[in-house]
């Protein structure tokens, strides 16, 4: 028996305004897939380089949905899911195709391996909040990067979703977080977020501030979400034999690397995290485990009520004003 649903789609590349909401047409959860009623969706910086076509790969168009993160209710399931029943609070995993899966609806068919179960006591607002970023960041500091106690961290584009996430998993961990952030404007709301120092990139030279700060040493891991050619400077701010890892590239000009060897580079995707069962099982625990005794806590920069509002959230996150997770309550 099939359901129609309130779903954001576009049919050509462009701005915030290609978005529209339209009835759709959903199947009854086949083989190994459920049916979620959405409740709240957390956006994400890759979501607006897909519509534009600057994400790593392009959508399929006309018709394509969007949107890697929500939390919601399970309302069906189909043949052979166990792990799922009516009425489950769940999140989704990310690990799927954008243009097949996305979730920015009121409603959507998903393959059960891209839920997680969601604890009853976390609010909807949060749990859309907190698995991209929280993941994100656990996965290139902890499970890539090796992040231990002590380790001296800089965070790029501390300002967004993952960047805050990051600061609070260096913290966790007895990290030293070293931020940066593009304009003065938001350098107190990340020292009382957990950053230990800011360098405002506008107006500073990074790695000289970050050597400065680390007293001629550098760091050990560099989380960047910037790329392009200044990702090559970064390795002048790492210690000999140190780590870059690089999840995002707000320039999107190409990736130019350091020749400050030896050193190691990732080019982290959090499919590598969520995209094996293990790997949500591990961070789902590490991020329910961070909620219940408070060391994680998902900064919401901004609630939008409505599915109507899709776009006005997508214009905000363009406009980098915010600080931490844009949600979209449905």
């Given at each position: 028996m099939s359901t129609t649903a309130r779903t954001v789609l576009f049919h050509e590349l462009g701005g915030p305004d290609v978005l529209t909401i339209e009835e759709v047409e959903l199947p009854s959860p086949g083989?190994?897939?459920?049916?979620?009623?959405v409740e709240a969706l957390g956006l994400n910086r890759a979501e607006a380089l897909f519509r534009a076509g600057k994400y790593y790969y392009q959508p399929t168009l006309p018709g394509s949905r969007n949107g890697y993160e929500a939390a919601g209710e399970v309302e069906a399931v189909g043949e052979g899911v166990t792990a799922f029943?009516?009425?489950?609070?769940?999140?989704?995993?990310?690990?799927?195709?954008?243009?097949?899966?996305?979730?920015y609806g009121e409603r959507v068919v998903l393959p059960a391996s891209a839920l997680v179960a969601r604890s009853p006591a976390v609010d909807v607002v949060t749990a859309a909040a907190v698995w991209v970023a929280y993941t994100t960041a656990y996965g290139a500091l902890v499970?890539?990067?090796?992040?231990?106690?002590?380790?001296?961290?800089?965070?790029?584009?501390?300002?967004?979703?993952?960047?805050?996430?990051?600061?609070?998993v260096a913290r966790r961990a007895g990290a030293v977080?070293?931020?940066?952030?593009?304009?003065?404007?938001?350098?107190?709301r990340l020292l009382d977020l957990g950053a230990e120092h800011v360098v405002v990139s506008g107006e500073e030279d990074v790695v000289k501030e970050t050597r400065r700060l680390t007293?001629?040493?550098?760091?050990?891991?560099?989380?960047?979400?910037?790329?392009?050619?200044?990702?090559?400077?970064?390795?002048?701010?790492?210690?000999q034999d140190g780590t870059l890892v690089s999840y995002?590239?707000?320039?999107?000009?190409?990736?130019?690397?350091?020749?400050?060897?030896?050193?190691?580079?990732?080019?982290?995707?959090?499919?590598a995290v969520t995209g094996t069962e293990g790997g949500r099982r591990r961070a789902a625990h590490y991020i329910d485990s961070g909620l219940a005794d408070g060391t994680l806590r998902p900064v919401v920069g901004e609630v939008f009520d409505g599915l109507d509002r899709i776009r006005d959230a997508h214009r905000l996150m363009e406009s980098n004003r915010h600080t931490g997770k844009i949600v979209v309550r449905v």
């Open positions: 083989r190994g897939e459920v049916l979620v009623k029943a009516p009425g489950d609070p769940v999140i989704a995993a990310a690990n799927f195709e954008l243009s097949a899966h996305g979730v499970e890539r990067a090796g992040l231990v106690p002590g380790s001296r961290v800089l965070i790029t584009g501390a300002s967004s979703g993952v960047g805050t996430a990051a600061i609070q977080p070293i931020v940066t952030t593009s304009t003065g404007a938001k350098r107190q007293a001629g040493r550098g760091v050990d891991i560099v989380l960047d979400a910037i790329g392009g050619s200044g990702f090559a400077a970064l390795g002048e701010a790492v210690v995002g590239w707000l320039d999107e000009q190409p990736i130019l690397l350091p020749r400050q060897w030896p050193l190691t580079i990732h080019g982290y995707a959090n499919f």
